[in-house]
T-cell receptor, first 116, second 110 residues
């Protein structure tokens, strides 16, 4: 199931460092998403993108930056990592609704990030 | 703002017992509801959606607009059903992002 991949799978970094999490999908899905998964909070949307060069904030965007220069890639950057950003990060993609397959999101395997 | 509530963080049932995972929502528009599942060491995946009215792995879910609920049910739990379950919703039209509940961990005891 290599359709959507994330790298690295595990990362330990120090407070204040910049970290970039990568997400790559091979389906040419128009939509891509970044979530963080935390105990007691479930899945919270950080940013999403409707197409290349189009991004929008989700529920918890502060401290994160995204870009989407190519349809297949959607990197997430923590500009100055904080301990509160320790989490599991999931990338997801989906087709646009007009294709008829209304909004099934396909998730990557996740990146476990620890900020010390 | 839209909100999805899953009141149980953890639900433990015995194998063969009925299962009901609760999901309530608040949304001003016409919602489209989903259940996603995350098995141990696997990625999240779609279990079912209300517009399909299908049964997947023995699970069903009916949208009750009067009670604003979308509870997930299975008549006889199996050990392999143990997983994290997330209820999610979006608007019926457009491409607004999914809003997820906080999840319920189902543990099926042999």
């Amino acid at each position: 199931d290599a359709g959507i991949t994330q790298s690295p799978r595990y990362k330990i970094t120090e407070t204040g460092r910049q970290v970039t999490l990568m997400c790559h999908q091979t389906w040419s899905h128009s939509y891509m998403f970044w979530y963080r998964q935390d105990l007691g909070h479930g899945l919270r949307l950080i940013y999403y993108s409707a197409a290349a060069d189009i991004t929008d904030k989700g529920e918890v965007p502060d401290g994160y930056v995204v870009s989407r220069s190519k349809t297949e890639n959607f990197p997430l950057t923590l500009e100055s990592a904080t301990r509160s950003q320790t989490s599991v990060y999931f990338c997801a993609s989906s087709e646009s609704r007009v294709s008829g397959k209304a909004y099934e999101q396909y998730f990557g395997p996740g990146t476990r990030l620890t900020v010390t | 703002a839209q909100r999805v509530t899953q009141p149980e963080k953890l639900l433990s049932v015995f194998k063969g017992a009925p299962v009901e995972l609760k999901c309530n929502y608040s949304y001003s528009g016409s919602p489209e509801l989903f259940w996603y599942v995350q098995y141990s060491r696997q990625r999240l995946q779609l279990l079912l959606r209300h517009i399909s009215r299908e049964s997947i792995k023995g699970f069903t879910a009916d949208l009750n607009k009067g009670e604003t609920s979308f509870h997930l049910k299975k008549p006889f739990a199996q050990e392999e059903d143990s997983a994290m379950y997330y209820c999610a919703l979006t608007l019926y039209s457009g491409n607004t992002p999914l809003v997820f509940g906080k999840g319920t961990r189902l543990s099926v005891i042999a």
